[in-house]
């Protein structure tokens, strides 16, 4: 795939338009269903994706390390393949398990007419040597759902079933406005879709700073899967999305609430252990996209400062227990 195989996520009037996941077959224990087998499975993954980081932290969370094995791509994109994803920082520049040196090529092993761009996070089938299924949104969810039987002792249910449909509808609004909105403000061909997209994002957040005033979490006491997809974008707002896609009316810190409740998932399990400022930095700002250009000057911002990721959050004075995940946690399996 080079430069010139892009595909095309740009409306006609400027806006920018992700593409749609080909590779959407379920997990679960019906017929027609991809089996829910430990070992079977490798996610594959860039510390740098959003997307991506919202599987690895629930995969964290459940402890379903031992059942999903994890192969990290490097966070910056190969020069002459922009839309790719390398393996490059693997001995011999080659994923250990898979045996390929770019993201594409196990794509278009599945799927020798696939045009997409080759995405992450990715389920591949170890077994088939295949891609088993692409769908970020989700993802998480299958996690926390049909693969329960190999979730940890007492592990946390991050999607309880009564919230269900509350979770469902705010996840969508999160998606739509914040963790893909910031990528419409970045993306934007036309000052009218970037201003559009920018008062969208930052009406949201305005929403959820108000409505993390008197909660803890999106949903009280306890971390749900909403809390998890806002994070990913979150973590990444100040050290790429404020500057590389203009995001600019405020940052993160500047949020009374969103910033208090950011550092306190950052200190969270899964969360905090699982980000990577570093490798964020160098993608969205050294790294080459389906937005750059190869004689646009690469300059690494030396800013923000991080430490002030590890400073008194003091939200637990919101929660009734301090322990995050005792509320719902889950007895039976």
């Known amino acids: 795939m080079t430069s010139q195989q892009k595909p095309k996520e740009i409306s006609k009037d400027g806006k920018f338009v992700r593409q749609t996941n080909d590779f959407t ?11 829910v087998e430990a070992g079977r499975y490798r996610l594959l993954w860039s510390p740098v994706c959003p997307w991506a980081h919202r599987s690895v932290i629930v995969r964290r969370i459940l402890g379903l390390e031992d059942a999903i094995s994890l192969g990290t791509a490097s966070p910056m994109r190969p020069k002459l393949l922009h839309v790719d994803w390398e ?3 693997d001995p011999d520049g080659v994923d250990p398990v898979m045996g390929i040196r770019f993201m594409s090529e196990i794509y278009q092993k599945t799927d020798p007419e ?12 170890v077994k088939e040597q295949k891609v088993a299924n692409n769908d970020y949104f989700r993802l998480t969810n299958y996690l926390e759902t049909v693969w329960a039987p190999f979730h940890k002792e007492h592990a946390p249910d991050l999607y309880p079933e009564e919230l269900r449909v509350e979770i469902d509808a705010l996840n969508d609004i999160i998606f739509h406005d914040i963790n893909n909105g910031v990528y419409k403000c970045g993306f934007a061909r036309s000052q009218e879709a970037y201003e559009e997209a920018f008062d969208t994002l930052f009406a949201r957040l305005d929403e959820l700073d108000e409505r993390l005033s008197t909660k803890r979490f999106l949903f009280g006491d306890y971390v749900t899967d909403s809390d998890i997809r806002l994070y990913a974008t979150l973590a990444r707002f100040d050290v790429a999305y404020y500057n590389a896609f203009n995001t600019n009316r405020n940052r993160l810190i500047d949020f009374p609430n969103l910033w208090g409740y950011a550092r306190d998932l950052y200190e ?16 969205y700002h050294l790294s080459t996209t389906i937005d750059s250009h190869e004689d646009k000057p690469k300059i690494l911002p030396k800013g ?5 990721w590890h400073t008194p959050h003091n939200r637990q004075a919101l929660s009734k227990k301090e322990e995050k995940f005792l509320i719902r946690e889950v007895q039976q399996k």
């Open 268 to 283: 969270t399990k899964g969360f905090g252990d699982t980000t990577d400022f570093h490798s964020i930095k160098i993608h």
């Open 25 to 35: 077959t379920p997990f679960g224990n019906e017929p027609g269903q991809l089996p």
């Open 304 to 308: 923000p400062d991080l430490s002030v």
């Open 114 to 125: 696939y045009s997409g761009r080759p995405t992450v996070p990715v389920f591949v089938d």
């Open 87 to 89: 393996f490059s920082l």
